[in-house]
């Protein structure tokens, strides 16, 4: 297996539970991450702090005085996204839990001992969330920019659907939706495929192919 077939140590195999492993494990390594939250329906972003305990979930923290409390209080869906310098990438969509649980507070502190210091006159002010369910993916952009790509859902939230899909019943093999493929994620065959987890999302298939065997989500 070389190492474009490679995610992270995941593969096409890979469970949905290992995706999301990796994805949470990605996200605290980065750590400082963009989050978007929501207001009069138009998104803010901001650089937060996400903490990844021991339980096997990520939280953050914000003071219950921020505009970033009140958004939380009105919509509490989310969208974290980060990048390493190696390219490789995590996106989560998330609806958020606050928790009031000491033990987590206690825990979170423990490991984020600037945020215990510079609140240490008013920790009453924070307020601790958790990603409490969502759908997120890992991707990798390689140095000849080819693309990887592996999706998850966890808390009963599915992976987001692929845009694109190929009917094979009205495939003629024709070719012309490898030739423009600038993922290389398309399957020849007797009736062609796309394979997912090369696949860019960028459409010049289903612009191309001539008998409209590809339809958008």
Request: with cysteine; charged share 25%; glycine share 6%.
């Amino acid at each position: 297996m070389s190492e474009k077939e490679i995610l992270m140590g995941l593969t096409r195999e890979s469970t949905n539970e290992e995706i999301k492993k990796t994805a949470f494990d990605l996200t605290w390594s980065i750590r400082f991450i963009s989050m978007a939250t929501v207001k009069n329906g138009m998104p803010e972003a901001r650089i937060f702090d996400m903490t990844l305990l021991d339980d096997g979930s990520l939280y953050f923290i914000t003071a219950s005085g921020k505009p970033t409390f009140d958004q939380l209080q009105a919509n509490n869906n989310i969208v974290i996204t980060g990048v390493t310098k190696d390219w490789q990438a995590v996106r989560i969509n998330a609806i958020v839990v606050e928790t009031d649980d000491p033990v987590i507070k206690e825990k979170f502190l423990e490991k984020n001992q600037g945020t215990k210091s510079l609140y240490s006159n008013s920790p009453d002010a924070l307020r601790y969330f958790r990603l409490d369910r969502g759908h997120g993916e890992i991707t990798h952009l390689y140095a000849d920019d080819m693309h990887a790509r592996l999706k998850f859902g966890w808390n009963g939230m599915e992976p987001r659907p692929d845009v694109y899909h190929l009917d094979q019943e009205l495939c003629t093999a024709c070719g012309t939706c490898y030739d423009v493929c600038v993922g290389k994620a398309i399957r020849p065959g007797d009736k062609y495929s796309i394979d997912y987890f090369n696949c860019l999302e960028c459409g010049s298939c289903y612009r191309h192919c001539p008998v409209g065997a590809i339809s958008k989500n």
